[in-house]
């Protein structure tokens, strides 16, 4: 969830599919996870120009509880880069090699 709320604060009032495209989830798939955020009070969703599209922006909470949680989560980093030393450079090295799952094969 995370992840989630810092790319709708990365991309203010997004469409739901172009955040799908983002965080390569499929849109039925990231709309449990958005209610979910919403009914915790971190989302809000509204309609888009064209009247078909919704976005989604965070709310004020939303803003609040990643203030508080991203330095949470730069601690963490820290903490694993140190804990994993050289091997995280492996490892993040073997993971530039995976391919990029295909937009078609995320809504299987």
Not at 49 to 58: F, Q, T
């Amino acid at each position: 969830m995370f992840r989630l709320l810092r790319n709708i604060q990365a991309y203010p009032s997004i469409s739901i599919t172009a955040l799908a495209d983002i965080v390569l989830l499929d849109r039925s798939t990231l709309g449990r996870n958005l209610r979910v955020l919403e009914r915790q009070g971190f989302v809000v969703f509204d309609t888009g120009l064209d009247g078909r599209s919704r976005i989604v922006d965070l709310t004020s909470k939303g803003h609040e509880v990643l203030v508080r949680a991203i330095p949470l989560w730069e601690r963490a980093q820290i903490e694993m880069k140190s804990a994993l030393g050289e091997d995280l450079d492996r490892i993040l090295a073997s993971l530039e090699h995976l391919p990029q799952v295909s937009p078609a094969l995320r809504g299987s």
